[in-house]
């Protein structure tokens, strides 16, 4: 379990492809003292188990679930990032709940500076868009972030807004127009919206059941 709050961007330093698999090591530095071999880490908004640590570089392994799913399949050497360890009883929870078990992909539509801030606009896949409301919680490459109001459910779209915080310890102001990225749902949103579809479906409020 991870808090959204990413702790800055780290260099991937070596990739290794397979058939169906990508081996990659992250230099964590002194942010990895102290962890241990499956110990969960969240890469741009990914859960990955530790399965090397040498020296200060993290090595990851991720499978083609993973790879079909997230971003991780675009990795280079010389990428860059955001990394969250998961979150300890006692520790300080900023942002909300995020498991690291990435949705799917969305698609980066825009990003606007305004004043301090950047608004980012993320095209999603429509079923996704009930489950995105107002005020509402995302986490996008990881990073816990607050829905803005202009939730578009006809184009499948919603923004964001990024301070110079997050700006400055993620990659999200990097996005590019159709550049991909990350995105899980909150799952306390999703449970409840399901709960309620289910029950309206089975009272006949509605056309059908639940659909994804």
């Known amino acids: 379990m991870f808090t959204g709050i990413t702790r800055g961007l780290f260099d991937v330093v070596a990739v290794e492809r397979e058939e169906a698999l990508l081996r990659f090591d992250v230099q964590l530095g002194a942010y990895g003292e102290g962890l241990e071999l499956g110990a969960s880490v969240s890469i741009d908004g990914v859960c990955q188990t530790l399965v090397r640590w040498e020296r200060g570089v993290a090595r990851f392994e991720a499978i083609q679930e993973t790879l079909a799913k997230t971003t991780l399949g675009e990795l280079a050497v010389g990428a860059k990032v955001s990394v969250e360890r998961s979150a300890r009883v006692g520790d300080e929870i900023g942002g909300h709940d995020v ?75 990097r996005k590019r127009p159709g550049d991909r990225i990350n995105v899980e749902l909150d799952p306390k949103t999703v449970a409840i919206v399901r709960t309620v579809e289910r029950e309206l479906a089975r009272r006949g409020l509605t056309q059908g059941g639940v659909t994804d």
């Open 99 to 173: 498991a690291g078990h990435v949705t799917g992909t969305g698609t980066v539509h825009a990003l606007r500076a305004e004043g301090h801030e950047v608004q980012l606009t993320v095209s999603v896949a429509p079923a996704w868009m009930r489950f995105l409301q107002p005020k509402g919680y995302v986490a996008l490459d990881g990073s816990s972030l607050t829905i803005g109001d202009a939730v578009d459910e006809a184009q499948g779209r919603f923004d964001v807004f990024l301070i110079p915080e997050t700006l400055a310890r993620t990659g999200l102001g």
